[in-house]
């Protein structure tokens, strides 16, 4: 049986796609989450799960940090984002970090379920408009780079690096995670090693870099 999650925070949309789902692929079965913890927790739990529909806003999850901590932890399932945004540059971003396809809010149910199938069929969905958009924005050397980086990243690392990334000292990541502050210190040491960097604020410089404001479009 196939198995999605939907990851989104808004009740209504949630419904739409798992209707997408249900009638795109016969007998799927169907998980919900409304914020990033849960939505890592379900695959902890749920090795069974094929695709998941994700959200690129929900609570936990900002711009690309999502995407990018579901691929470098759970590489063997597909991620199909689902936004509001519909700029070219963050669709080919979106791809650059791993994600199997692009669904626009804006999209028709019929191309949900278009996606969905192509998707859990090991293939690639962008509406046409975003495909022909894309066919002329080449990916970006260091949004690639970047992506292989955080690949290497545990999971427990990847939280210890978001926390960085808050400003928390190890002493406050450590009650936070409920771990031992040497445990602390030897991810960061762990997390500036896998992802070349030197310090705090270069590992937050490259953690912002997965924003979709203005400012750190490239």
């Given at each position: 049986?196939?198995?999605?999650?939907?990851?989104?925070?808004?009740?209504?949309?949630?419904?739409?796609?798992?209707?997408?789902?249900?009638?795109?692929?016969?007998?799927?079965?169907?998980?919900?989450?409304?914020?990033?913890?849960?939505?890592?927790?379900?695959?902890?739990?749920?090795?069974?799960?094929?695709?998941?529909?994700?959200?690129?806003?929900?609570?936990?999850?900002?711009?690309?940090?999502?995407?990018?901590?579901?691929?470098?932890?759970?590489?063997?399932?597909?991620?199909?984002?689902?936004?509001?945004?519909?700029?070219?540059?963050?669709?080919?971003?979106?791809?650059?970090?791993?994600?199997?396809?692009?669904?626009?809010?804006?999209?028709?149910?019929?191309?949900?379920?278009?996606?969905?199938?192509?998707?859990?069929?090991?293939?690639?969905?962008?509406?046409r408009d975003l495909a022909q958009a894309l066919a002329a924005l080449p990916a970006d050397p260091a949004d690639v780079d970047l992506a292989s980086r955080l690949a290497r990243l545990t999971e427990q690392q990847y939280r210890v690096l978001a926390l960085l990334g808050e400003g928390?000292?190890?002493?406050?990541?450590?009650?936070?995670?409920?771990?031992?502050?040497?445990?602390?210190?030897?991810?960061?040491?762990?997390?500036?090693?896998?992802?070349?960097?030197?310090?705090?604020?270069?590992?937050?410089?490259?953690?912002?870099?997965?924003?979709?404001?203005?400012?750190?479009?490239?």
């Amino acid at each position: 049986m196939t198995r999605l999650l939907i990851a989104d925070d808004h009740p209504l949309f949630r419904a739409a796609l798992r209707q997408a789902a249900n009638e795109s692929v016969q007998g799927c079965s169907v998980v919900e989450a409304a914020d990033l913890a849960s939505v890592l927790d379900i695959l902890a739990h749920d090795t069974d799960i094929d695709l998941v529909l994700l959200d690129l806003h929900m609570p936990g999850s900002q711009g690309l940090s999502g995407l990018a901590t579901l691929r470098g932890q759970h590489p063997g399932v597909a991620v199909l984002v689902v936004s509001a945004h519909e700029e070219p540059r963050i669709v080919r971003r979106a791809l650059d970090h791993g994600a199997a396809g692009y669904i626009p809010k804006s999209a028709s149910p019929g191309d949900i379920a278009q996606a969905i199938r192509s998707v859990l069929e090991c293939g690639n969905w962008l509406p046409r408009d975003l495909a022909q958009a894309l066919a002329a924005l080449p990916a970006d050397p260091a949004d690639v780079d970047l992506a292989s980086r955080l690949a290497r990243l545990t999971e427990q690392q990847y939280r210890v690096l978001a926390l960085l990334g808050e400003g928390l000292l190890n002493k406050q990541i450590a009650d936070r995670l409920t771990i031992q502050e040497r445990t602390v210190k030897a991810h960061v040491t762990a997390i500036f090693e896998k992802l070349g960097v030197r310090n705090r604020t270069q590992a937050g410089v490259l953690l912002r870099s997965l924003d979709l404001s203005d400012g750190a479009m490239r």
